[in-house]
Nanobody, 125 residues
Framework: QAQLQESGGGLVRAGGSLKLACPASAFRESWKCMAWFRQAPGKEREGVAAIDNDAKTTYVDSVKGRFTISKDNSKNTVYLDMYSLKPEDTALYYC???????????????????WGPGTQVTVFS
C-alpha cells in the first residue's frame, strides 16, 4: 500500500512563504488525482489544491494566485508552494491521492483514498 508523508511545515511570518512536499512510497498507478487539504482548529477539513495526471490544477478560491501545486513523477512527490501566507492559512496540511469518477479532480474528501498524517503550518502576524 502506498504511503504518504508530508514535510515542510513550520512557523512563518505573514507575507512569507513555505514549500510543502509529499513523497509517496510509490505512486499508485490508479491514482488520477493528488491533492492538498488543510484543517484549522475548530474547523472542518477543506480542499486546497489538486492536480491530475495531465498536470491540470484546481484551487480553492482563498489560495488562488498565492499557492501552486505541482508534482514530480520521477520522484513520486507532490508539492505545494505557498506564498504571501496569511494567519488564516494556519492549519494542519494533508496530502492525499485518489481516483474519483468523472472528469478532472475536485476538492472533495471522499474522492481520496490515501492520506498522509499531516504537517503543521503556522502563520503569525
Amino acid at each position: 500500500q502506498a504511503q504518504l508523508q508530508e514535510s515542510g511545515g513550520g512557523l512563518v511570518r505573514a507575507g512569507g512563504s513555505l514549500k510543502l512536499a509529499c513523497p509517496a512510497s510509490a505512486f499508485r498507478e490508479s491514482w488520477k488525482c493528488m491533492a492538498w487539504f488543510r484543517q484549522a482548529p475548530g474547523k472542518e477539513r477543506e480542499g486546497v489544491a489538486a492536480i491530475d495526471n495531465d498536470a491540470k490544477t484546481t484551487y480553492v478560491d482563498s489560495v488562488k494566485g498565492r499557492f501552486t501545486i505541482s508534482k514530480d513523477n520521477s520522484k513520486n512527490t507532490v508539492y505545494l508552494d505557498m506564498y504571501s501566507l496569511k494567519p488564516e492559512d494556519t492549519a494542519l496540511y494533508y496530502c492525499a491521492g485518489g481516483t474519483p469518477a468523472g472528469l478532472g479532480c475536485r476538492l472533495r474528501e471522499f474522492d481520496y483514498d490515501d492520506w498522509g498524517p499531516g504537517t503543521q503550518v503556522t502563520v503569525f502576524s
